[in-house]
């Protein structure tokens, strides 16, 4: 059989179930995307920017469970301009496959981008010749879904996609993955760990992206053995906020109260699916107890950061199953968990009462966005973030109760994030809500990406937090505001762009405005046309995420180091 490397790639991409690919056609690839135009099942999306094209690849894997995202890009400038995003899907384990045209042979590189690539990538493999496009093309899919997920490059020369060459007949078919994976952990330490369980007085529970579709397994031992559960920031949609033991965001200091107080007699702490990496542990501020038990299909998370007394490698829906038999063998019944969900829900609501009680002075108040927003949204509808103010407040204060129903940039904090992520998320999730919520400043990085849902009616929410700044760096800097210049975006007048590339435009000027503003945006996302809510956000009030952050960071530093930053705090805020 003779066919060009082009048309091979296409085979291969059919073959893996891909239905979308990301990036911006060139010289180097056009011969890829001339196939690609011509595929039944797969629709190749054009971008504004390389870096928006891994961002959307990233979303697609984190929010369609069994899918992965792919890029379709040229070598050199392309590869550097994707980076940021790769790397964000390699620190948080997305699966990504990167399929780069590249020159002739004689074309002297001007940079090592091997190098490059390697350093932000599980694997990267060349094609030198016709044969080896579809085998490497599925070994790369098998390495990036694998169980350490992350982003796998291969590159493909222009003469081999151009020209054609004798390849086998028939060409191979891509194995489906196997539905039940084998438990690879012993009896003896599933045995242990359930002992510590229930050995403990106060048991809690860790939760991370890892565990994202182990809902069901997840709640059956939280309720067996009454343990109160908290979610790292990417684990957010790990556990549904509606279960009565669903305590927030993270323990320790920067928690929110109702899981900074679930936690802190915890004697025994299981963690499920989390690295325990800096933004997961807020700066290293959530410290487990002594008897630390770790379940996650990657060994090499174990034991990094947090000595764990236990540790469980395999597919956390399949170890948490073999898990809770071990727990109703040694304990029939469930405990009763009457006293901490009464706790939780104390907690909770005194939290909502003080955010209310904050005044906003007629701006959007954060808890009453985010309350309406939860209110008019069906269960299992997708927020996107950015990275920003408005994470933190999304992750503490909108309840998500659905399986890959939050997602964000959580291990690079990579702004521009939120925008092509929410076209790609609807664009594989076309029955869901789609909702974005991005800071003002990563709205100008990616705010162009809205096309993608204009070309293609998505009906997708971009809800813009407008301050004006940057605030992040501005709250962290505690300057005055003739010192804040450097991060101050300009007064952007939103609707005007919204107007020029044909979405929808709703201001939100006050708490009033919201619940009306949020069911018109939803009525106009309805008829397909992508909208922008511009939301005066009121700012004034820190999450506890970053309050806890601050804390923790200046722990770090001596006594001396320590008076000195406070003190430049104290001038810059009264004297400038």
Not at 2 to 25: C, D, M, S
Not at 30 to 45: K, N
Not at 518 to 545: C, K, M, W
Request: hydrophobic share 40%; charged share 20%.
């Amino acid at each position: 059989m003779n066919k060009t490397g082009a048309w091979l790639v296409r085979y291969a991409l059919e073959q893996l179930g891909i239905n979308h690919t990301f990036g911006i056609p060139g010289v180097q690839n056009a011969e890829i995307y001339d196939q690609l135009s011509q595929s039944d099942s797969i629709t190749p999306h054009l971008v504004n920017h390389e870096m928006s094209a891994a961002f959307m690849a990233d979303a697609v894997s984190r929010t369609h469970a069994g899918s992965i995202g792919a890029m379709v890009i040229v070598s050199g400038s392309s590869v550097t301009h994707s980076a940021s995003g790769i790397g964000e899907a390699l620190l948080a384990g997305v699966p990504m496959l990167i399929i780069a045209g590249s020159g002739h042979r004689d074309q002297v590189p001007q940079i090592d981008q091997e190098q490059i690539v390697k350093a932000l990538t599980k694997a990267y493999f060349k094609i030198d010749a016709h044969k080896q496009i579809v085998e490497t093309l599925f070994h790369a899919y098998s390495i990036a879904t694998g169980d350490s997920p992350g982003p796998v490059f291969v590159e493909i020369p222009l003469h081999i996609q151009l020209l054609s060459a004798d390849v086998d007949d028939p060409l191979p078919s891509h194995p489906a993955a196997p539905k039940n994976p084998e438990l690879i952990v012993s009896d003896a330490d599933i045995t242990a760990a359930a002992t510590q369980l229930l050995q403990a007085k106060n048991p809690g529970i860790l939760v991370g992206w890892g565990a994202v579709d182990a809902h069901a397994e997840l709640i059956a031992v939280a309720e067996h053995i009454a343990a109160p559960v908290c979610t790292t920031l990417s684990g957010i949609s790990s556990f549904p906020a509606s279960h009565p033991l669903h305590a927030g965001m993270l323990f320790g200091p920067a928690a929110v109260p109702s899981a900074e107080n679930a936690f802190n007699d915890c004697d025994c702490l299981i963690a499920i699916g989390t690295d325990f990496s800096n933004i997961d542990t807020a700066s290293g501020s959530a410290e487990p107890p002594e008897m630390l038990i770790h379940i996650d299909r990657n060994e090499q998370t174990f034991n990094q950061r947090y000595d764990a007394k236990i540790t469980l490698c395999g597919s956390p829906k399949e170890v948490l199953t073999a898990l809770l038999y071990k727990l109703q063998e040694q304990m029939h019944s469930p405990r009763d968990a009457g006293e901490i969900v009464a706790a939780i829900k104390r907690d909770k609501l005194a939290l909502k009462n003080d955010w209310y009680n904050h005044n906003s002075k007629g701006r959007v108040n954060p808890a009453v966005f985010f309350d309406h927003l939860r209110d008019c949204l069906k269960d299992d509808a997708i927020i996107v973030t950015d990275d920003g103010n408005h994470t933190f407040l999304a992750a503490e204060l909108m309840p998500i109760n659905h399986p890959r129903g939050f997602i964000s940039p959580s291990k690079f904090n990579a702004m521009g994030y939120c925008i092509p992520a929410v076209n790609a998320a609807k664009l594989v999730n076309p029955e869901k809500q789609v909702v974005g919520i991005v800071g003002d400043g990563a709205m100008l990085m990616t705010g162009m990406e809205a096309l993608t849902g204009v070309r293609n009616n998505l009906g997708t929410i971009y809800c813009i937090f407008n301050d004006g700044q940057l605030s992040r760096i501005t709250q962290s800097q505690q300057v005055n505001d003739r010192q804040r210049k450097y991060t101050k975006v300009g007064n952007v007048n939103w609707g005007a762009f919204a107007d020029a590339i044909d979405c929808g435009y709703i201001p939100i000027t006050n708490n009033n405005d919201v619940a009306t503003g949020l069911r018109h945006a939803l009525e106009t996302a309805a008829q397909g046309q992508p909208v922008f809510v511009d939301i005066a956000i009121d700012y004034s009030r820190r999450s506890n995420y970053a309050l806890g952050v601050v804390k923790a960071n200046l722990a770090k530093f001596s006594g001396r180091d320590k008076l000195r930053i406070v003190s430049r705090a104290i001038v810059r805020k009264f004297i400038g």
